[in-house]
């Protein structure tokens, strides 16, 4: 018997984000995923080296690349709908649940076990791949003002702060230790300039 829940993820690259923008660099979902993944990972080792943790790195990478495949049957519903009311959001959070079961059924049942907890995530995890969602549109935002888009202003802003309202310690030291770079040039990166 054949299953299609790679080649279903697979499809994550013909899922672009920011549909409602103006981007001088289209963003699929593949690519802000790892991104998301990078993040997150860094976010874990944070909290266990420096603010007392004990959680997988790994995991919550892990994790963080999945945390968007509800969107290959959902599409990339844009935040300022998502998040609209209080009662889109829980009918969106719903359809991201049956999204996410969809997929899972799309397993060979032995693998499932294995595969279901990247989708039902302690709230630990979840607080740390949502914090790397958000830096990694932070960083999209900084990237597209970088590029002259002042489309991305106001996200930007926004988005700032909603990283800064989560009160999650290792956000706030990726803020101050790492956000800064991603406006610099390559050269400025490598300190060539």
């Known amino acids: 018997m054949q299953y299609h829940y790679f080649a279903m993820l ?3 690259k013909n899922i ?5 923008m103006r981007n001088t ?3 699929n979902l593949s690519e802000h995923s790892l991104e ?4 997150a990972h860094c976010l874990a080792v944070l ?3 420096r603010f007392g943790g004990s959680v997988d790195p790994n995991f919550v990478a892990t994790a963080a690349m ?3 495949t509800g969107e290959i049957i959902t ?3 844009p935040t300022p709908i998502k998040y609209y009311n209080a009662e889109i959001k829980s ?4 359809i991201e649940a049956v999204a996410e079961e969809r997929l899972l059924s799309l397993l060979p049942e032995d693998l499932r076990e294995e595969y279901t907890p990247l989708y039902r995530l302690d709230e630990e995890t979840e607080k740390l791949v949502k914090a790397a969602d958000k830096l990694s549109a932070l960083i999209k935002c900084i990237e597209e003002l970088n590029m002259g888009n002042r489309e991305f202003a106001a996200a930007e802003r926004s988005t700032r702060k909603a990283v800064e309202d989560m009160h999650l310690p290792e956000a706030d030291a990726f803020l101050a230790e790492f956000i800064d770079s991603f406006a610099l040039t390559l050269d400025e990166q490598n300190g060539r300039a």
């Open 10 to 12: 697979s499809r994550m």
């Open 16 to 20: 672009y984000r920011w549909g409602l």
């Open 25 to 27: 660099k289209p963003e």
């Open 36 to 39: 998301v993944a990078f993040i």
């Open 47 to 49: 909290r266990n080296k």
């Open 66 to 68: 999945f945390h968007d």
């Open 75 to 77: 599409g990339d519903m």
């Open 91 to 94: 009918a969106y959070k719903q």
